[in-house]
Structure formats: structure tokens, C-alpha cells
């Protein structure tokens, strides 16, 4: 298989390293090949969580600027950090919903223009998929679901060859008992999103 390379990046706290075994162990149920990375930095205090997932036949995570065929940000502001990774065919989802860091609570920072944000991901990628995750997360029950509703988008896309069916398995697997029919409801209406 022709490698797909995937970019997710959140803030800590988001889910994104759920999202991220979710969808790797959904992958090995469908016999898709996968290797994962993950970068935490400062997550514990709201920093940058980032991870590099790679299906098909390849020997590294490693996903070089310009390298990333898909691209998912839970955060807006964090979509632009990590841009870079994107090119002219890259398939970008967005949570347009802002988590602004600590400086611009207190002035010492400033957020930038979610308008500002969406067209420049928009003029950088092939195809951009933006929308208010977090209200489709609160409408499954909890806004913690963000990451489900955005793995959901993720596969609605159908540029990865995995089941909607396997990952609604590996939810059912991988997270608490208390939250699987949660997560499957977010899920769900993430991939009706992408259509």
C-alpha cells in the first residue's frame, strides 16, 4: 500500500492521543499497516500535543514539511503552528472552535482572526473541512468527545482504508466503559460531517 501520512496536532487535554490509538488500533484490525509517533512538549500545561501516523508501506514516522497527506487540528491557532506539514493536495480537518493559550488571557498575546486562520489553511491545502467540532462533541454529551467527532470526520473522508465499522470496534476497546456510547455518538456525527 502507498503510504498515507497524517499530521494531528491539540492542545493537551484535547484527546489527541486517544484519537490517535483509536485510529491506529482500528488500523491493524484492518490489516492496514501503521507506525505512530507522538510529541507531548508542555501538554500537562496546555501545550502542543502532536502525533505522526503513517499507513501503508513505510519504514518512519518521521513526516517532513510538505509530507502530510492528511491533517487534523483540534485547535485552530495550533493548525497554523503546524502548517508547514501540509501541501497544495493535503486533505485538512479543523476544530474551529479557539482554546487561546494562557499569554492571550493576559494580555500578552493575541489570538489571531479565526477568519485569518481558515482561509490561510484553505489556500494551503487541497481540501479544508472547518467546523465547530466542540458543538458537535457537546451535542454527543460532553465536549471531551472533540477528538471521536473529528476521528469520525477523519474517516468520512475515505482517503484512509479504514472501516468506520473498525474504528466503532477499537472505541469500543480502547476507551473507558463509562464513555463508549459517548465517544460512538460523537464519532457518528463527526462522519456525517465530512459528507
Not at 115 to 136: H, P, S, W
Not at 156 to 185: C, H, Q, W, Y
Given at each position: 500500500m502507498e503510504p498515507k501520512r497524517l499530521i494531528i496536532v491539540a492542545v493537551g487535554g484535547q484527546g489527541n492521543l486517544l484519537a490517535s490509538h483509536v485510529l491506529g488500533e482500528a488500523a491493524l484490525m484492518s490489516g492496514v499497516p501503521v507506525r505512530m509517533s507522538e510529541i507531548h512538549g508542555m501538554a500537562q500545561r496546555g501545550g502542543v500535543v502532536e502525533s505522526a501516523l503513517v499507513f501503508g508501506d513505510a519504514k518512519s514516522t518521521i513526516i517532513s514539511d510538505g509530507e502530510a497527506d492528511l491533517f487534523v487540528s483540534f485547535e485552530p491557532c495550533e493548525a497554523l503552528r503546524a502548517l508547514k506539514k501540509c501541501n497544495a493536495n493535503t486533505v485538512a480537518i479543523t476544530n474551529t472552535r479557539p482554546l487561546p493559550p494562557f499569554t492571550?488571557?493576559?494580555?500578552?498575546?493575541?489570538?489571531?482572526?479565526?477568519?485569518?486562520?481558515?482561509?490561510?489553511?484553505?489556500?494551503?491545502?487541497?481540501?479544508?473541512?472547518?467546523?465547530?467540532?466542540?458543538?458537535?462533541?457537546?451535542?454527543?454529551?460532553?465536549?471531551?468527545?472533540?477528538?471521536?467527532?473529528?476521528?469520525?470526520?477523519?474517516?468520512?473522508?475515505?482517503?484512509?482504508?479504514?472501516?468506520?465499522?473498525?474504528?466503532?470496534?477499537?472505541?469500543?476497546?480502547?476507551?473507558?466503559?463509562?464513555?463508549?456510547?459517548?465517544?460512538?455518538?460523537?464519532?457518528?456525527?463527526?462522519?456525517?460531517?465530512?459528507?
Open positions: 492571550a488571557f493576559i494580555g500578552r498575546g493575541t489570538y489571531p482572526d479565526l477568519e485569518t486562520v481558515t482561509e490561510t489553511l484553505k489556500n494551503k491545502t487541497g481540501r479544508l473541512i472547518a467546523f465547530d467540532a466542540t458543538a458537535l462533541a457537546e451535542e454527543a454529551g460532553n465536549p471531551m468527545c472533540l477528538n471521536m467527532v473529528l476521528l469520525g470526520t477523519l474517516i468520512g473522508t475515505g482517503v484512509l482504508p479504514i472501516t468506520a465499522d473498525s474504528i466503532r470496534e477499537a472505541i469500543r476497546t480502547r476507551t473507558k466503559a463509562d464513555f463508549v456510547e459517548m465517544n460512538l455518538a460523537a464519532f457518528e456525527k463527526g462522519f456525517a460531517r465530512a459528507a
